[in-house]
T-cell receptor, first 109, second 114 residues
Framework: GENVEQHPSTLSVQEGDSAVIKCTYSDSASNYFPWYKQELGKGPQLIIDIRSNVGEKKDQRIAVTLNKTAKHFSLHITETQPEDSAVYFC????????FGQGTILTVHP | DAGVIQSPRHEVTEMGQEVTLRCKPISGHDYLFWYRQTMMRGLELLIY????????DSGMPEDRFSAKMPNASFSTLKIQPSEPRDSAVYFCASSFTLGRGEQYFGPGTRLTVT
C-alpha cells in the first residue's frame, strides 16, 4: 500500500517568514496530492491540492510543488501569519487517501 | 449545507461498554469515510462506503469495530466492547469522488475509554 512520509514534524517561524513542509510517497500510481490544515478541536480542511499532470499550483500565499519522478511534493506558505498556526497534513491517493504524520506549524508574532 | 455532522462530540465510557458514534454526511456525496486519529498512528482510514455499501474495511482494527450505513444520510461506527486503546478522535468525512477530490471532514468525536 501507499506510504507517505512528512517532514518536519514541528516547524516554528516568525511572522512574515516562509514555511516549507515536504512529503514523499511510495506508490507511483498515486495521482492526487491534497494538503489539509487542522486547527485545534476541528477536523482537517483542504487548503490546496495538486494532480499528477501539474508540477506546481499556487493560491495566494500557498503553493504546492510536485516532482513525480522523485515521488515528493511540498507545501510552501509565504508571508506567514499567526493564524497559519495549525497542524498540516499531506496526503497521496490513487484511490484512498493516505496521510502523512502531520507538521505542527507555529507562527510567532 | 451544514457540513458533515458528527455526534456526540465527546464520549467518555468505561472499558467493556458499547460505544456508538454517528455521522451525517453532506447531502449528495456518494462516499463516506471513517478515520481514527491518534498521536502515535496519525490519521488512519478505518472504512469507507460508496452509495451506502461498505467497500473497504481493511483499516478496521478488529472485530470489536463495526460500521453501518443504512441510508445515504446516516452512518454509525460501533465499538463493542470498548478498550482503553480505542481512545482517539474519530472523524467522519464525505466526498463526491474517490481519491480525486476534496474530502469534507466533520468536527470529530473525542472518545475516552477508562
Amino acid at each position: 500500500g501507499e506510504n507517505v512520509e512528512q517532514h518536519p514534524s514541528t516547524l516554528s517561524v516568525q511572522e512574515g517568514d516562509s514555511a516549507v513542509i515536504k512529503c514523499t510517497y511510495s506508490d507511483s500510481a498515486s495521482n492526487y496530492f491534497p494538503w489539509y490544515k487542522q486547527e485545534l478541536g476541528k477536523g482537517p480542511q483542504l487548503i490546496i491540492d495538486i494532480r499528477s499532470n501539474v508540477g506546481e499550483k499556487k493560491d495566494q500565499r500557498i503553493a504546492v510543488t510536485l516532482n513525480k519522478t522523485a515521488k515528493h511534493f511540498s507545501l510552501h506558505i509565504t508571508e506567514t501569519q499567526p493564524e497559519d498556526s495549525a497542524v498540516y497534513f499531506c496526503a497521496a491517493s490513487s484511490m484512498k487517501l493516505t496521510f502523512g504524520q502531520g507538521t505542527i506549524l507555529t507562527v510567532h508574532p | 449545507d451544514a457540513g458533515v455532522i458528527q455526534s456526540p462530540r465527546h464520549e467518555v465510557t468505561e472499558m467493556g461498554q458499547e460505544v456508538t458514534l454517528r455521522c451525517k454526511p453532506i447531502s449528495g456525496h456518494d462516499y463516506l469515510f471513517w478515520y481514527r486519529q491518534t498521536m502515535m498512528r496519525g490519521l488512519e482510514l478505518l472504512i469507507y462506503f460508496n452509495n451506502n455499501v461498505p467497500i473497504d474495511d481493511s483499516g478496521m482494527p478488529e472485530d470489536r469495530f463495526s460500521a453501518k450505513m443504512p441510508n445515504a444520510s446516516f452512518s454509525t461506527l460501533k465499538i463493542q466492547p470498548s478498550e482503553p486503546r480505542d481512545s482517539a478522535v474519530y472523524f467522519c468525512a464525505s466526498s463526491f469522488t474517490l481519491g480525486r477530490g476534496e474530502q469534507y471532514f466533520g468536527p470529530g468525536t473525542r472518545l475516552t475509554v477508562t
